[in-house]
């Protein structure tokens, strides 16, 4: 991402963005509510076109070949679209949609993270869905994920669950989260975001992400 500017409706939300991660590294994104987090992964997953800048990943354009960079990048879906199917059910369709498939990775995910799969997305309660997502967002073998909020809310036991999955998977991350939420601590490498602009992280953030790796 190069020098993105996102301004909708006359609001500045990015504002010469610049975000690069070497393949294969776990990146967070790091910063408080309304900084630009979530705009960064909108822009990434083709989602918003930027007014001014580049954004690409695995050297396609993210707006102009969005279709077909969403076969290369997974990210966590929203849930709530479909309250009626059971958490199999859900990640079966997820991956017809994917056009891919790989039903027993799925079910090592769904145990892993503790999620009943029999049980319909609408019966669960709040970190139920959240581990549904998480599970529905690294069982397929993409290249990239792209996943906000990885760690909000997120009890001890089940960041550790996600600190091994992502131990595990293969790819290049990019979890978006606040400073002291976690997300540094599953992380190779950290950028901040501040009002809509991308830069490294202060010498404090840095010498805690070091310590706790």
Known sequence: MRDVWWTPSHTTVLAGANLRIPAGEIRGLLGVAGSGRTAILRVLLGLVKPDRGSADILGQDCWADAVALHRSVSSRPNLAMWPGLTGSETL??????????????????????????????????????????????????????????????????????????????????????????????????????????????????????????
């Open 92 to 213: 079966a369709f997820l991956h017809r949609l994917a056009g891919d498939s790989n039903p027993q990775r799925c079910r090592v995910l769904l145990e892993r993270f503790g999620v009943d799969s029999d049980t319909p997305i609408g019966s669960l309660d709040a970190r139920g869905r959240k581990l549904l997502s998480l599970a529905a967002t690294f069982c397929r073998p993409a290249r990239v994920f792209l996943v906000d909020d990885a760690v909000a809310d997120l009890a001890a036991p089940d960041r550790r669950v996600l600190a091994d999955v992502l131990s595990h998977t293969p790819a290049t991350v990019l979890l978006t989260g606040a400073e002291g939420d976690g997300t540094a601590e599953l992380c190779d490498d950290v950028s901040i975001i501040e009002a809509g602009h991308c830069g490294s992280p202060p010498a404090e953030t840095r010498r805690q992400l070091n310590t706790s790796a």
